[in-house]
């Protein structure tokens, strides 16, 4: 079965430092991944995602991911937070098709500091 | 760009009502999907569907059911509200696979309160 894990529940950073969001997962095949960031409350909305090709993926609001098969990792990086990135992350692993399901992680959430 | 709309932003429901969360989308996708989401937990899939008058269980189906008569619609039921099921229930729209648009996109939630 499919599997993520995100290993920092919360993480604190200083506005302007570098930003790195963990995320491990277990799939049988190549899998689907993605991230997502969720405001409070408001629904997920979609960082970046990696299907295939270039394993270091660039997403929206300066965010990129880099899939590294060895280690099972798809880890979010921003060289430089800014406060309004205070949110939840969510890490996702699936497959495509229509009988197919995404499993998200439980969610890093991220506190960003003055 | 896919919206998805849920009616209803907040709801306070009383034990044992039956409740309505309804979830509409835009852009003709076939896959539609309720999660809730709790503190530590994350999301869990309850049901999805996939065509009208399809649906398939997720991972916590029990005490839910739903309802897809129309593409463009996919509802929630909470047959008889408990207080275990207090949670943020989101909706999501799956694009198509083929392509580089494939993902999901969420609705904006809805906080639904059993007292």
């Known amino acids: 079965a499919q599997s993520v894990t995100q290993p920092d529940i919360h993480i604190t950073v200083s506005e302007g430092a570098s930003l790195e969001l963990r995320c491990n997962y277990s799939y049988g095949a190549t899998p689907y991944l993605f991230w997502y960031v969720q405001s409070p409350g408001q629904g997920l909305q979609l960082l970046l995602k990696?299907?295939?090709?270039?394993?270091l993926v660039q997403g929206i609001k300066g965010f990129e991911a880099e899939f590294k098969r060895s280690q099972s990792s798809f880890n979010l990086r921003k060289p430089s937070v800014h406060w309004s990135d205070a949110a939840e992350y969510f890490c996702?692993?699936?497959?495509?098709?229509?009988?197919?399901?995404?499993?998200f992680g439980i969610g890093t959430k991220l506190q960003v500091i003055p | 760009d896919v919206k998805v709309t849920q009616s209803s932003r907040y709801l306070v429901k009383r034990t044992g009502e039956k409740v309505f969360l309804e979830c509409v989308q835009d852009?003709?996708?076939?896959?539609m999907f309720w999660y809730r989401q709790d503190p530590g937990l994350g999301l869990r899939l309850i049901y999805f569907?996939?065509?009208?008058?399809?649906?398939e269980k997720g991972d916590i189906p029990e005490g839910y059911s739903v309802s897809r008569e129309k593409k463009e619609r996919f509802s929630l039921i909470l047959e008889s509200a408990s207080t275990n099921q207090t949670s943020m229930y989101l909706c999501?729209?799956?694009?198509?696979?083929?392509?580089?648009?494939?993902?999901?996109?969420f609705g904006s939630g809805t906080r639904l309160t059993v007292v």
């Open positions: 999501a729209s799956r694009s198509p696979p083929a392509g580089a648009n494939y993902g999901y996109t």
């Open positions: 990696y299907f295939s090709g270039d394993t």
């Open positions: 852009m003709d996708h076939e896959n």
């Open positions: 569907s996939y065509d009208v008058k399809m649906k």
């Open positions: 996702a692993v699936g497959a495509s098709g229509g009988y197919q399901k995404v499993t």
